[in-house]
């Protein structure tokens, strides 16, 4: 039964993922040595298509390397993509063609989630539910995977879904050790109805949201599971080879060889095996844009995004679509730096803020992104999903950071002068970190060393640059051992305020210094407490967010990666190049014409 529609949204799970043009911050497999292994059983793909087609439908993509695919621990984008294809939920964000928008369903759930109270939300569960091992799929597996995602050994880093995102009765207290099982407000009433319980009411979009679309409240398998778990029960090894990573969505992992490749075969039990397309999908492992490009010429990866002279070449070919990020990028800064203590003067942060040009990096390295000198990107909405309205066009966001794209220079120097003096009128030097093995990156960071020095003069203003791969540069990040680092983390479209978790204190994968009781008591105001069900109250809270950031400075603020992608003439996508919040340019549903 579908509940009327509510004036307003709220929690989507926050993904804690990092994207650029294809890198994240889980990429780097540092350390790790290769390692493939293959499941020898039925290709689903080709045996189902029967006489439709002599041949199946293959979808070639790009992708980053995967450390795991174990839904509570994961904390890459391109890893949760691909567990997207292999983890079915209990609903699914799909693209609607007849109202060209996009529309929650039923995936494993009969339908979309009932409620008299906005507190107890119940799902039935569809009948015949199975893994690709055969093994069913039924209440009391949800009821013991949120069990295990909520495990106080385990400490899995995505547990916060199921009480920072939405609140459910006792499960913090019982991530934390101070509450029973027995008293989570999370119940498998029978085998095929599953019940949660809130500590606070939610509308129906915080709801469908945290329980769509694979992603850390997808179930896990009990016995595999249990198989890898180790004897003190705080790490599993479930989610790490390919006999380790069962199906429970539109398509099972059949190959997988690190640092190379995946493939993705049909499940032919999965609901939605109807809705999308593909037959099979296979990703390549490739970290440099350029080498991605090459493939996408030779015409062995069916999309690619281009930027710098690949958009020159590209750049009018009418199959170029465009993205909108869900993330903005900068500089974190470290404020709480005791080695190179100028970091913790705001007046110095804040000139570095206004001292930037973005436009040099946005249009003369990228081309397609756009100048960010604000922390919520544009593809955020408030109220009804279904409108569209955006945070970025509303007053309060336009009000909450610098017009235009931030850069004031006047403003910088004043504001560095008085930094130049708190420092004892000493030069002043400071170390940007920036990934390796991407020629954009290293560029970024070296017109942003060339802008800063001429600006402030280089007789007091020095910039070091240091190249690390993502995956060190994000750990140093969380240790507090960088100056300025570049990195991003992802946004929720629909639910802004809780993406704002990412600047709170207690966030798990904080790559920032930022430390606010204000901020922290005004984030949860709007998540979980009075302000959720105020609209407008909830919309001005967030612009309140925003400008102690500003006035902060946790981050300076560069672009947002709305890339450019094209793609081969053998995709015809089913939104015609529109592109929508979290199901983008719904490739999995696209027409594949060879």
């Known amino acids: 039964m579908k509940l009327p529609k509510k004036p307003f949204l709220v929690v989507l799970a926050i993904m804690m993922m990092l994207t650029f043009a294809g890198c994240t911050s889980g990429s780097g497999n540092a350390g790790q040595e290769n390692q493939g292994s293959k499941e020898n059983e039925g290709k689903v793909a080709t045996e189902q298509k029967g006489a439709a087609s002599d041949k199946p439908k293959v979808l070639r993509l790009a992708t980053m390397s995967a450390d795991t695919f174990n839904q509570h621990t994961y904390n890459s984008a391109e890893t949760a993509d691909m567990m997207k294809y292999i983890y079915g939920n209990l609903l699914e964000i799909i693209y609607d063609e007849p109202t060209d928008n996009i ?39 949800y009821e013991y995977s949120y069990k295990m995602l909520l495990d106080p050994k385990l400490a899995n880093k995505n547990s916060y879904i199921l009480f920072d995102d939405i609140p459910i009765v006792n499960a913090n207290k019982y991530f934390k050790g101070e509450a029973k099982w027995e008293d989570v407000g999370i119940k498998a009433k029978d085998d095929s109805t599953f019940e949660i319980t809130l500590e606070s009411e939610m509308p129906e979009i915080d709801i469908y949201g945290a329980f769509a679309n694979g992603g850390a409240t997808s179930p896990v398998h009990e016995k595999l599971y249990e198989g890898g778990m180790k004897a003190d029960r705080t790490e599993t090894t479930y989610g790490t080879t390919v006999e380790q990573v069962p199906s429970s969505g539109t398509y099972r992992l059949t190959e997988w060889v690190r640092d190379q490749h995946h493939t993705f075969e049909k499940n032919p039990d999965s609901p939605l095996v109807a809705i999308y397309k593909p037959d099979r999908i296979e990703t390549r492992v490739v970290t440099e844009s350029s080498t991605r490009v090459q493939l996408w010429e030779k015409g062995e990866i069916d999309s690619v995004s281009i930027s710098g002279e690949q958009f020159d070449k590209y750049g009018e070919d009418p199959r170029v679509v465009y993205t909108e990020a869900d993330g903005v990028w900068g500089f974190y800064v470290n404020s709480e730096s005791d080695s190179n203590p100028i970091l913790k003067n705001n007046d110095f942060r804040k000139a570095l803020y206004y001292g930037l040009d973005r436009d040099k990096i946005t249009k003369g390295i990228f081309k397609t992104f756009k100048s960010a000198p604000y922390f919520i990107s544009t593809i955020c909405v408030v109220g009804d999903y279904t409108e569209g309205k955006r945070y970025r066009d509303s007053e309060e966001g336009k009000l909450a950071v610098a017009p235009g794209t931030g850069y004031e220079p006047d403003k910088a120097k004043e504001y560095f002068e008085k930094a130049y003096q708190a420092n004892g009128n000493k030069k002043i030097t400071v170390e940007v970190t920036y990934f390796d093995a991407q020629e954009t990156m290293k560029r970024t960071a070296e017109v942003t060393q060339e802008m800063y020095e001429n600006l402030f003069g280089k007789d007091k203003f020095a910039v070091k640059l240091r190249a690390m791969p993502p995956r060190s540069a994000y750990d140093a ?61 909830r919309l001005k809270a967030l612009g309140e967010m925003e400008k102690m950031l500003a006035d902060y400075v946790p981050q300076i603020p560069v672009f947002q990666n709305n890339n450019a992608v094209i793609y081969l003439d053998r995709i015809h996508l089913a939104t015609k190049g529109k592109y929508f919040p979290e199901v983008r340019f719904a490739i999995l549903q696209a027409d594949i014409v060879d």
């Open 103 to 141: 529309k929650f369903v039923g995936n494993h759930a009969v339908d979309l989630p009932t409620t008299t109270d906005n507190k107890v939300w119940t799902f039935k569960l569809k009948e015949g539910l199975k893994w690709t091992d055969g093994t069913p799929i039924n209440a009391k597996t």
């Open 477 to 537: 990040y969380k240790e507090g051992k960088y100056e300025l680092g570049i990195g991003s983390m992802t946004q929720n479209a629909f639910n802004p305020w809780g993406s704002m978790k990412v600047w709170t204190k207690d966030f798990p994968n904080r790559n920032h210094r930022f430390s606010s009781d204000a901020f922290d008591a005004l984030q949860k105001r709007t998540t979980t407490g009075d302000l959720l069900l105020k609209p407008e109250e």
